[in-house]
């Protein structure tokens, strides 16, 4: 099975940086994912991981480490329109389905 | 080029009726997936169905709930004699291949059993 944990809420600043953690203990891993969920719409792609290491994407990047079931979603330049729930999930080793973690509600302020 | 489409977007059914939740996959993607998410819940992963098949359904309830995706037309998540415990939003998710490194998400099905 999978397990997946992440923080319930964050809040920061307009312009900041902040840093999402997500930590997993799975039985098959086959790549990490970020995804953004604004209120009462679809997630959002924002990222993949299969190997350690940072992947950037303009404001957005996301580290993995394998051996220590790690990984984090870094946001830079944050924006209000920012603020959304961002979900951390695990693919299996069967290349199908994902594993979701409840998400965690970032609220950026003025 | 469309996204995944849902419909409907809202659904009110009363206890005991049945719900049909409706999935158009993108244009090119064969793979859908169905995800279920509760108020205050993660998604949780209920089947992966290629065309004419069901790839994976160890997510899905034993009872009640069945899924198809025929060769023609759209994914159909098909929930008899609903209960309170089955309102929720439902996800449909579609991807060009298994493996793909982006699975795009529908906008979703909100279910209220009232």
């Known amino acids: 099975g999978q397990n997946i944990d992440q923080p319930t809420e964050m809040t920061a600043t307009e312009g900041a940086i902040v840093q999402i953690n997500c930590t997993y203990q799975?039985?098959?891993?086959?790549?990490l994912f970020w995804y953004q969920q604004h209120a009462g719409e679809a997630p959002t792609f924002l990222s993949y991981n299969v190997l350690d290491g940072l992947e950037e994407k303009g404001r957005f990047s996301s580290f993995l480490s394998r051996s220590k079931g790690y990984s984090y979603l870094l946001l830079k330049e944050l924006q209000m329109k920012d603020s959304a729930s961002y979900l951390c999930?695990?693919?299996?080793?069967?290349?199908?389905?994902?594993?979701f973690g409840k998400g965690t509600m970032l609220l950026v302020s003025p | 080029n469309a996204g995944v489409m849902q419909n409907p977007r809202h659904l009110v059914r009363r206890r005991g009726q049945e719900a049909r939740l409706r999935c158009s996959p993108m244009k090119g993607h064969s793979h859908v997936y169905w995800y279920r998410q509760l108020p205050e819940e993660g998604l949780k992963f209920m089947v992966y169905l290629q065309k004419e098949n069901i790839i994976d359904e160890s997510g899905m309830p034993k009872e009640r709930f069945s899924a198809e995706f025929p060769k023609e037309g759209p994914s159909i998540l098909r929930i008899q004699q609903v209960v309170r415990g089955d309102s929720a939003a439902y996800f449909c998710a579609s991807s060009p291949e298994r493996g793909a490194t982006e699975a795009f998400f529908g906008q979703g099905t909100r279910l209220t059993v009232v």
């Open positions: 799975t039985s098959g891993f086959n790549g």
């Open positions: 999930a695990v693919r299996d080793r069967g290349y199908s389905t994902l594993t």
